[in-house]
């Protein structure tokens, strides 16, 4: 069975840039036809996907997220990457990794880490 973890500071400051990891066990992360997400939920409001690395390494990011989203991956560590650049307190939120069979992810199914919250603070 495939575990999903996410790993990274808690708290960032403003204008800096986030960076989390999700590290994968239990299966590999270029399993063809397996898209790897970043997705965060802010506190009091939904879901909001972010964006995704391909099996074959393409990268997918959310057009309101884009100019400031860099998703990458370490096929040798079985990791992949979140980037966040110009942090403002309004990306605070819980921060979760997750695996599924299409490239944007809607809800959060069996196939993700257990989430870390990211406050973004002076």
């Known amino acids: 069975q495939v575990q999903l973890r996410e790993s990274g500071p808690g708290l960032v400051k403003p204008s800096q840039t986030l960076s989390l990891t999700c590290t994968v066990s239990g299966g590999s992360i270029t399993t063809n036809y397996d898209y790897w997400s970043w997705i965060r939920q802010p506190p009091g409001k939904g879901l909001e996907w972010m964006g995704a690395i391909g099996y074959s390494g393409s990268t997918y990011y959310s057009p309101s997220l884009k100019s400031r989203t860099s998703i990458s991956r370490d096929t040798s560590k079985n990791q992949f990457t979140l980037q966040l650049s110009s942090v403002t307190p309004e990306d605070t939120a819980m921060y979760y990794c997750?695996?599924?069979?299409?490239?944007?992810?809607?809800?959060?199914?069996?196939?993700r880490g257990p989430g870390t919250q990211v406050t973004v603070s002076s």
């Open positions: 997750a695996r599924s069979n299409t490239v944007v992810v809607t809800t959060l199914g069996g196939s």
